[in-house]
């Protein structure tokens, strides 16, 4: 009935919008572990083998999604003796499963989690509840009337505990069997994916606390400034004279870490590492003659 | 080339599209965490300290509910009388057979305990299709909010053969549950009555918002065609299988007559399955406060509602409910079934993980 489409608009919305955010292993991360572009190279994702396991979670969801509401409501009644298995609290009974076991499932594939993967999740579910009570207040109703017949459906359903049971029964039932499943093919059949993810999350979690980056008014990145300044400014400032460990420039300007990357990643070739540490080398041999120079003065 | 290799350094470090006329870079899009997909972000992935204990307290927390579950629907107290008479020898059969308006006839009750208070009285059917679409979509709200002409959802039960517009039309206020019941104790020989209590047995919102009443009053006014808001002259009629019309359902009470009548609310919302109960009334408290004593109850019924034509079933229904509604042993099993395999699956896991932990290497 049109009654299912405007609730439906909640779940397309995250559909949509979750490809859209989803981030993947960074550009570092891709370069080092080439094996990545693997599995797409072998399709291994996109296969019969995974219609047909898609198929079969898909009937088994459905099964649940049904039998599961229609034995609980069975020959049952609400707290308070009046009717609760009619045709829309059943009705509403069920599309509320589904949603939620979708929205479940979707948390499940959303492995980064950033502010607008929380803001589409949580607001979509919030905006199915309120577009929900919304159609079946009773402002729609006498608006609208022949429109909006499922006036008091969700007030007077949806306070009963045992319809709340069912929801939880029935998605976790959809749901648990998947994370299981995913959690023991991890560990018996890890795939590259996998190993990367974990190798990054160990990488991740002991980090330092990230480094004052020496900011140079130019932003320009490292191994620029071979061409440019050098230490040239350094020196003549003295600054090098004050009892302060100096700062090398690293290989990497930038942390790896990805929380704190707002920054393009550059990356040396061998030539441009061999001119850096050859500058490096020449400004430190300058360093060193010039403060001999001074304590011999 | 040093001189182009520092301009394209120059064009990579300035933001966006403000480069300086060098259109190879007008496309680029802007390069800011947001559009380079480097928002931080948390990252979540199945690891064994949360998927294991996570399935073991929800195993837990599924046992214990499931537990309650079934403590309580056993404690609910329920007691079912089928009343079809298809077959010889059972009660009402005589007036199953029959096709006297208003066969009476009576069933014997037995409560062996103190049926605890409050007992509701239902009706229940089988095999009686009220989700079937067509007989679904075949009623007019619009009519029952008050504008009387009947739409085209409601044919054939529209317009009668005189095309006179019927109110309520539609099939599923034409096939309105039309049995009564009267319920008697005995008591030392003689037959008590027990009150039943037929106030505020539909949903709220249906006798206040969904349900209303043209606002003639009396209410037989507004059936007679004259009131100048209707186009039609005619006198607008019963459906067709009701034996008085909708301003006559309760004389006694004028807010229970006519389309808010409770009867009639409980009757239009459908039921969902082809088995299903509809609450008729509840055993009011001032004679029974704690409900049901024991002893022998006859009902009487007066048998109108014809079921053997689609093989359907009659039963009356006498039951106590409690904070999960009615008795319904399926959700307690179900959590039971569930948290124990939750837990057995948590105990497989962490076999799974002990003996096979991935290998940090590649």
Known sequence: MTDYFIPRSAELSLCFSEPLFLQDVNDRWSLQHPQLYCPGQKNQYFNKKAFASCVMHSCYSSLILFFIPWAAMRDTVRDDGKDIANYQSFALLTQT?????????????????????????????AAYFAITFTMYSNGMFYIFTSTFPFVGTARNSLNQPNVWLTIFLSSLLCILPVVAFRFILIQLRPTINDKVRYKMRKEVLPAPAPRRLL??????SGYAFSHSQGYGELITSQNFLMKRPLKRASLFPQTDSPIFQ??????????????????????LSLLLKRRVAILVT | DVKSYRKVQEDDDADGARVGGNEKFTNRPDNTAFTQQRLPAWQPILSAGIVIPGFVLIG??????????????????????????DESGTPCASC??????????????????????????????????????????SKDDNQLYGVLNPSDNCAPYAYNSNNQPIVPCGSIANSMFNDTFKLYQTVNGTRQEVSLDGKGIAWWTDYNIKY????????KDAFNGSNSGLFYRNFLINPI??????????????????????????????????????LYRRISQDKYPDGLPAGNYSLEITYNYRVYRFSGKKKVVFSNVSWMGGKNEFLGI??????????????????????FKFPDEE
């Open chain 1, 97 to 125: 499963c589904l949603l939620i076991v979708v929205f479940t499932q979707l948390c499940l594939d959303t492995y980064y989690w950033s502010a607008v993967n929380h803001f589409f999740v949580w607001g979509s579910i």
């Open chain 1, 215 to 220: 900011r140079r008014r130019s932003t320009r």
């Open chain 1, 262 to 283: 707002n920054q393009p990643q550059h990356y040396l070739d061998h030539q441009q590492i061999k001119k850096l540490t050859d500058s490096m080398n020449g400004g």
């Open chain 2, 60 to 85: 837990l927390a599924f046992i214990g509910v499931g537990v309650a579950l079934f403590v309580t629907s056993r404690s609910i107290q329920v007691l079912e009388r089928d009343y079809t008479g």
């Open chain 2, 96 to 137: 199953a057979n029959s096709n006297v308006q208003n066969c009476i006839c009576t069933l014997n009750i037995t409560v062996e305990t103190l049926f605890k208070g409050p007992v509701f009285f239902y009706y229940g059917l089988s095999n009686y299709f009220q989700n079937y679409r067509r007989y679904g979509t």
């Open chain 2, 212 to 219: 209303r009443n043209p606002t003639n009053n009396p209410l």
């Open chain 2, 241 to 278: 299988y009701w034996s008085k019309p909708a301003y006559e359902l309760d004389t006694s009470d004028p807010s229970n007559n006519g389309f808010v009548n409770q009867d009639f609310l409980v009757w239009m919302r459908r039921a969902a399955l082809p088995d299903f109960r509809k």
């Open chain 2, 334 to 355: 179900a959590y039971l079934v569930v948290g124990s395999m939750c837990v057995f699956m948590s105990i497989v896991m962490l076999i799974v993980y002990a003996k």
